[in-house]
């Protein structure tokens, strides 16, 4: 077939939000939304998802790794971000959030050497001096920090962020006045700014001085006196001054006025436990749990009692709250920590996995299921826990260091952080330090200190593993890979029934190229504990690398015997590789016998199924989807649905979710796809304008609506749509993109490449960029500079399949080597394997090399994919022609012409005149 042009790639993306759940941008939206909402594990889910459909989504991948840095994930962060550079070197904006990961992870240098990267291409923008300053606040170098804010309020005098941030510097020198002009001058834009009365009470509390914190605090109040939560502040930062009577004044009136409510009862109660009123601060407690608005009242109520030495009924009564309140976090923590201090490892691991149940980002259980696993003597994972631990919270490390204990705080440490020490107390490690510092030096690349804290902990007994498979670590880490091994091997050696050393030499192996030695380490596994799935699975994955089939199936068979969901999955993944589906199925069918809750394996029973275009199946594999995951059944019949052309049915679908908890906005634009798929506009236009109205502050609802115009041919109307989404953000290049399309459809190629020009010039490392002004050039009928932008374009993204089946094409024409388009199609074939144009493409070159019976077969493919397509049936019939097959030659090159007369088919001419030719013999 021939070219994939700039305009078909947003059909593309369009099409497939519904035959694949949803598109990259979509998800992108989905993640952005999730962002603006506080909820970054689902926008971290939502961007892994839009990368796994474009590994060179470097806008995804940038607020994936923002999403990592809100959560402390600052080393993922910090992946992603070198990752959007490297993808594209001119995203500016990844210097600066680099910048600020650094300083969480203590590389200020690293820090300074980005965010000047970023200041001498973008000497304009405040927020980035802002940044910068905090960096060098963070070295002490106040100096510098006032230099750069300085800069910032010179662009932007009224900016007041950077106002109190220079507060905050000037009052870490010691400059108060200043600190506190600085803050003045923000209030002087408006008075009840809240933000910049907090600041100053943080710099007061900062310096120790709570009676400029309660006077900053009453401020506050006299801007907002019914403010109950600056109330509540107030009586503790009493507290915390040790005023007592007025925190309890404070308590005394907001329980006068506000009588329904339980923070004064709660405050009293805390001014009470403060006193060592236990008590009575037991009984305040109690009366405000009984209103069930503070949570923590719960809490504290077994906290007392854990204060008064009866740990027995602090387990109690923790249970107690966690029977009242299943979903508080806090009481099993404390309870598992109690349990840990009476050597009841087992209750301690219970109470931990319970917690992350409800809440698997939850640093500190982590790190109480990895104490509670040391004391089981389950090494393994006690490792995994304590890395999970660090990953979800690297500051933890650094605060334990510090402070030489943990806190468990998950909420406002100034409420609870005496309390919690207090607990503390009795169990100061709730984790191996030595283990939790080594890992923090390992991640600050700081690998003889990791060695040697590692050294001076082993004692010649088994835990000595634990040890030396981290010591190995972190020589592996530091390159050192003989030392690494040898490690591991006394890892091995202290105790040989601790499998992490084996898989971590393994690992290490083949990531030289040892296969061999790889083997031998999982060999080894297998010789400790002959069932080891993760063993088994890794040794039928480098035999089917190795093109050994029958030792990899014995080993995925293996694998699944032992009855865990990964086997199954890697098995029938193994048979789908094979393409060999119906034993794909009955492995699935296998998995879902053992796990009927499977929901992997029924996504993947139903996928075959719609390969195998048995859509009944697949229909009947997904409503028992549904009936477990209902949003994920739901899409995937609707998938299946619009594969059989039947869009009201999958429109129907779709629309069942709106009224439950889903991503609305995600769903309407899955509905305006299918709408477009069936060519109802009307209904479509209609979709996309309730999807402007849910979100007005987005550009998200008016790059659908586009798409609608474009679709329906009204261009204009596009095109006054896509200028009103680059008004509402500028920033998004998508609706660029969609602008110079729509301007290619009307031929108006100048304005197109202005615009493609225009994108290039700001990211200058985007593909899509270069190979949108290939597209265009080659509608201009200048085929050679489209070769030289593509060929830009795949220097830049290899993989990108448009570019790469352009390219082929071309070069298939003429305008190349035809042994290159025969690869280039190959490539494209691999990655996009049931695309027709790419079938097409591939089948063409080809032909094109006199290798008729393999285009042959390609060129039958595409029919498959593409029935309507003239240019794939004039294709065809030249194949049969070259092959003598004439009747059929004949038949294609008439179904060619019928279906070229309704298109735009430029080999509609040549098919007239061979099958012409072809009557005159």
Same mark, same amino acid.
């Given at each position: ?199 100053? @009470? ?13 006077? %900053?605090?009453?401020? =506050? ?138 809440? #698997? ?24 826990? &304590? ?48 283990? =939790? ?34 010591? #190995? ?18 890892? %091995? ?14 690992? @290490? ?15 080894? +596994? ?49 048979? =789908? ?21 499977? +929901? ?80 109802? &506009? ?72 202005? %615009?493609?020009?225009? %994108? ?53 024409? #003429? ?6 388009? +025969? ?44 029935? #309507? ?15 003598? +097959? ?19 088919? @430029? ?15």
């Amino acid at each position: 077939m021939h070219k994939i042009t700039a305009v078909l790639i947003l059909f593309f993306v369009l099409a497939a939000g519904c035959n694949k759940g949803l598109s990259k941008q979509q998800y992108y939206e989905k993640g952005v939304k999730f962002l603006e909402s506080g909820n970054a594990n689902g926008a971290i889910i939502s961007f892994k998802k839009a990368i796994e459909l474009d590994q060179n989504y470097f806008e995804a991948r940038y607020q994936l790794g923002h999403a990592y840095y809100l959560q402390g994930k600052y080393e993922s962060a910090e992946k992603e971000f070198l990752k959007v550079l490297r993808l594209n070197p001119s995203f500016n904006d990844a210097h600066v959030a680099l910048a600020k990961t650094y300083v969480n992870t203590s590389k200020v240098e690293d820090a300074i050497k980005e965010i000047n990267l970023y200041l001498g291409k973008n000497s304009g923008n405040p927020e980035a001096y802002e940044t910068a300053a905090a960096i060098y606040a963070v070295k002490k170098d106040y100096e510098k920090a006032e230099e750069y804010l300085n800069k910032a309020l010179g662009l932007s005098p009224k900016r007041v962020s950077s106002k109190l941030v220079l507060a905050e510097v000037y009052s870490a020198r010691g400059d108060i006045d200043k600190a506190e002009a600085q803050i003045k001058e923000a209030l002087e834009f408006d008075a009840r700014d809240k933000k910049a009365l907090y600041a100053l @009470a943080r710099i007061r509390h900062r310096q120790g001085k709570n009676a400029d914190v309660i006077s %900053i605090y009453q401020k =506050i109040l006299d801007v907002d006196p019914n403010n109950l939560g600056a109330q509540f502040e107030l009586g503790l930062a009493y507290i915390q001054d040790k005023k007592l009577d007025k925190a309890k004044e404070i308590a005394g009136k907001i329980r006068k006025a506000y009588k329904q409510s339980s923070e004064g009862s709660y405050l009293t109660g805390l001014v009470l436990f403060y006193e060592k009123k236990i008590d009575e601060a037991l009984a305040l407690f109690q009366k405000s749990s009984h209103k069930k608005d503070i949570p923590g009242a719960f809490y504290y109520i077994g906290l007392c009692y854990f204060e008064k030495g009866n740990l027995e009924q602090a387990v109690s009564e923790f249970q107690n709250a966690i029977d009242m309140m299943p979903g508080m976090v806090q009481p099993r923590l404390l309870l598992a920590l109690t349990h840990l201090r009476k050597g009841r490892a087992e209750e301690a691991e219970r109470e931990t996995k319970r917690v992350l149940e409800m809440d #698997g980002e939850n640093a500190l259980a982590h790190n109480l299921l990895g104490s509670a696993y040391l004391a089981l003597k389950k090494s393994d994972l006690a490792m995994e826990e &304590f890395d999970r631990a660090i990953e979800l919270n690297p500051g933890l490390v650094d605060a334990h260091i510090k402070k030489g204990a943990f806190s468990l705080v998950s909420g406002d440490s100034q409420k609870a952080e005496q309390e919690f020490l207090s607990a503390v107390k009795i169990a100061p490690a709730l984790l191996d330090s030595r283990i =939790i510092l080594a890992k923090y030096y390992i991640r600050i690349n700081k690998f003889q200190e990791a060695v040697n804290i590692l050294r001076e902990g082993l004692k010649g007994d088994a835990n000595d593993a634990v040890l030396y498979n981290m010591i #190995g670590a972190a020589y592996l880490s530091a390159n050192d890979s003989e030392n690494a091994r040898q490690n591991y091997e006394k890892a %091995i050696s202290s105790n040989p029934k601790f499998l992490q050393p084996y898989f971590n030499s393994a690992a @290490a192996y083949l990531n030289t190229g040892e296969k061999e030695a790889a083997l031998k380490e999982y060999k080894r +596994v297998l010789a400790v504990d002959k069932n080891n799935v993760t063993a088994l699975i890794m040794l039928a994955r480098v035999m089917e690398a190795d093109k050994k089939d029958q030792e990899a199936v014995s080993y995925y068979m293996k694998a699944k015997e032992q009855g865990k969901p990964a086997a199954y999955l890697n098995l029938a993944a193994y048979h =789908i590789r094979k393409k060999d589906t119906k034993q794909a199925a009955e492995v699935l069918k296998e998995a879902l016998h053992v796990d009927p809750k499977n +929901v992997q394996a029924r996504e993947m029973m139903g996928l075959l199924h719609m390969s195998n275009k048995d859509y009944k199946e697949a229909l009947s594999v997904y409503r028992d989807l549904k009936e477990g995951s209902p949003e994920i059944g739901a899409v995937r019949m609707a998938d299946v649905y619009a594969a059989m052309g039947d869009y009201d049915k999958a429109v129907t679908e779709l629309k069942g979710l709106l009224g439950k908890e889903t991503d609305k906005a995600a769903v309407l634009k899955d509905i305006v796809n299918l709408y477009i798929m069936k060519k109802d &506009f009307t209904a479509a236009e209609k979709t996309a304008k309730e999807l402007i109205s849910l979100k007005p502050e987005s550009d998200a609802g008016y790059l659908t609506l586009a798409a609608v115009y474009s679709e329906s041919s009204q261009f204009r109307d596009a095109i006054n749509t896509l200028k009103k989404a680059q008004e509402i953000n500028p920033k998004n290049i998508a609706a660029k993109e969609a602008l110079g399309r729509v301007y290619t459809s009307l031929k108006d190629f100048q304005k197109a490449m202005d %615009i493609f020009k225009d %994108i290039e010039k700001t990211n200058p490392g985007y593909a899509i960029a270069h190979f949108l002004q290939g597209s265009v050039l080659e509608q201009m009928d200048n085929k050679k500079d489209a070769v030289e932008k593509y060929k830009k374009a795949l220097e830049l993204s290899p993989n990108l399949t448009p570019a790469l089946n352009n390219l082929a094409y071309l070069y298939a024409e #003429g305008y190349g080597p035809v042994d290159k388009a +025969v690869e280039l199609a190959e490539k494209a074939k691999k990655l996009m394997p049931k695309d027709g144009s790419i079938t097409d493409t591939l089948g063409w070159a080809l032909y094109k090399s006199g290798t008729y019976d393999d285009a042959l077969k390609y060129f039958i493919e595409a029919t498959y994919y593409l029935p #309507g397509d003239p240019s794939v049936r004039y294709h065809l019939g030249l194949a049969y022609l070259k092959k003598g +097959v004439e009747d059929k030659a004949e038949e294609q090159l008439k179904n060619s012409i019928r279906l070229g007369r309704l298109s735009s088919f @430029a080999e509609f001419k040549n098919a007239q005149e061979i099958l012409d030719g072809m009557k005159k013999r």
